[in-house]
């Protein structure tokens, strides 16, 4: 059994420890909500939290993840209240599949922590997950509005 | 500790998780509330009104993230004058639309079609259920229903004072017998619908309770990881399951149909690398010999004139034109394969018995799905159904049912077990229907007075038609390969040659093709709108000036060229260093439009500083969702200018990700400014249209910038990137 600390709980996984974090996160935890887009570390679908840096959970191991904090964007609200970069994905309608969204969101949420008022170079640098439906602009608006929030 | 959640009147899915005490509520889109809804009267086949005065509007098409799920309850709730506040949505089932004489039409949802195929019908229902409710009330009161009026979902008659809501009267309506006629609002007095709405299915996207077919769990399932043949019409030989006899989870290895092996698993990820251990042999058969470079002389070939083709479009005689003109320009164009690669991977999930057969899984044709479940269950029809769940993406690939059979038939294999079909990125990437590939030799003549006399374009290369449903095709002649090049019909072509002749020498390579979001209009637009520009310039004159002397009898085409002009500042001159280029086109019974402005960097690095788009679909049933279809439209069809290109190599695809297959960034992406000038009178798509704007509005403000005109895709070949 391996101990994984996620969204705040503290839970066993009967898994391997060079299964990738997403596989144990989809698999055997059942938080779906982070998703399988390309394997790879290319698409940035499956971004989680790792001690508060936005991760791809595709390209980590379980074992890496062992005794670290980690936050999907199951465990993005808090306490019942939408984290702000949820509230704005609403309040401007971003998503359209919204496949991608849930990784979108969490690199989002990471980069506000890291920098609450991004500029537009800020953003294009952080924020490289892909999305085929093509919601980049209402990301941006959405990024701008939030770091107002 | 699992939550079983009820889908319709039968099904379940698990909802919860029981590690290490997480409590993990999954919501069912729409399974939740049909479940509820079974208890809630039907007012009709699309309408519901449960006793709390919620409404259930059914919808038949699928949501893809294209906004169709949200506009067609618009158009319903419209007609019904319910109260939009208290609106959810369900999915009827392709089983339960066939045991109902397909009350709900057509299920397919390509071609931009949703909405400007069902409009009619789904309004009428909204007006005939909202009918039925007056109806009922006004039985109730003793009233004329001429008396009494519905607004909001309450129901009032003003003579008496009395007043009632919808969810009152519902059990009353649902027994009345539906009026044969009624009349549907002026677009003009629309209040729900022609609004920009915001839409219905957005809360769970971002929160990751949505639920996609990929995230589908049932009790006691199983994981099944594939592999089929990475030669096109390959056969699957053999395996030597022994070597992967120790893996951990693994259940199962399966044959898949002739072709394909498949790995089933406790889990996905077990399944998955034991599949990827696992020794296969293939028949690779004759398309081993395929590469993409000699399939690219075969096309080349078909330009000549001498060779067989067929006739799309003529006016005039062109030869003869072309033949007496002392001013010829010739161009060749071309077009390559490309893959959807919708976010989602492709998957589905099936459970099967003796008795019945059932699978859950996103699909862009909930029907198709259903006949694919009765072909591979062997299964009377009655005794097989298809829940539809959220769509990680389509854009045409899903409007294929082969990942449903394959599903069916490994599931058959395991008879009352569930088991979930996942592709990898990689199968996704490699067994796609891809793109059609295309060359276009263009010959241009002007007379002697510099006027352009005739214009000839032969197009070679593959049918989509020709494969999928070859019935189409009548005496070597499929239609959908002149898409907006026709005389007629959705997707006309916009200008008036005085000769014209358009043709097509069929040349199918062994690569499945299939609908790509936009499919044909793609090539046809860069291969035109390019070589109308390469035109105007060897007549002398401004492109746009060019293009509206030959659209006189074109008004529609004409109003959306000249939008994105003006908005755009066309006659004015670019900012410094800033260079212009239009194109225009039709699609999907829509007209669209665009202007893009980039900067080109020495080192042949592109910025796209801004993008103008105008489309006049007719009816805008959701402007702001219509602004969000046109600025993604950009994204997919910039992608496959700029990097999209799948090709052969001794009968295997070369790009198996993102890593080889990439695809827009943010950062790449301007702010799209978009026109939506709905002129009334007809009813356009919006998914597609504007795709085949991008990359020639692109091309052309790239000749602007530098004096080259790239005529094949992507631009990565000739090695111009984004900035």
Known sequence: ?149 | MTTEIHIGRRGFLIGGAAIGGLSLGLHIPYGAEAAEAAAAPEVNAWVLVKPDDTVVIRIARSEMGQGTLTGLAQLVAEELDCDWSRVTTEYPTPGQSAARGRVWGDFSTGGSRGIRDSHDYVRKGGAIARQMLIQAAANEWKAPASECRAENGVITHAASGRSTSYGKVAEAAAKLTPPANVALKDPRDWKIAGKGLKRLDTADKTTGKMLYGVDVRLPGMLNAAIKACPVFGGKLASYDESKIANFKGVKKVVRVGDNAVAVIADTWWRAKIALDALPIVWNEGPNAQSNSPDTAKWLADGLHNSEPAVTGNRNGDAYAAIARSPKIIEAVYGYPHQNHAAMEPLNATALYTPEKCEVWTGTQNGEAALEAVVAASGLPRENCDVRKVMLGGGFGRRGFADYVTQAVLIAKQLPGTPVKLLWSREEDMTQGKYHPVTQCKLTGAFDADNKLAALHMRISGQSIFSTVRPQMVKNGLDPAVFQGLAATGDARIGYDFPNLLVEHSMRNPPVPPGWWRGVNINQNAIYLECFMDELAHASGEDPVAFRRKLMANHPKHLAVLNAVAERAGWDKPAPEGLHRGAAVFMGYGSYVAAVAEISVAPDDKIKIRRIVAATDPGYAVNPAQIERQIAGSFVYGLSALFHGEITLKNGRVEQENFDSYDSMRLKDMPKVECIVMPSGGFWGGVGEPTICVAAPAVLNAYFAATGKRIRALPLRDANISFA
């Not at chain 1, 101990?3 to 066993?12: A, D, P, Q, S």
Request: hydrophobic share 40%.
């Open chain 1, 1 to 149: 059994m391996t101990v994984l600390f996620v969204n705040g709980k503290t839970i066993e996984a009967d898994v391997e420890p060079d299964t990738p974090l997403l596989w144990a996160l989809r698999e055997n935890l059942g938080l779906t909500g982070t998703k399988y887009g390309c394997g790879v570390g290319q698409c940035g679908a499956c971004t989680v939290h790792i001690d508060g840096q936005p991760t791809r959970s595709c390209s980590v191991t379980v074992a890496d993840a062992v005794g670290k904090k980690i936050r999907t964007i199951e465990g993005l609200a808090e306490n019942g209240v939408l984290h702000r970069v949820q509230q704005a994905w609403i309040d401007f309608d971003v998503p359209q599949c919204g496949y991608c969204q849930s990784g979108m969101i969490m690199a989002v949420a990471a980069l506000l922590k890291e920098t609450p008022q991004p500029t537009d170079k800020e953003i294009d640098a952080a924020i490289t997950n892909i999305c085929r439906c093509g919601t980049f602009q209402q990301v941006r608006e959405a990024i701008h509005a939030a770091s107002k929030a």
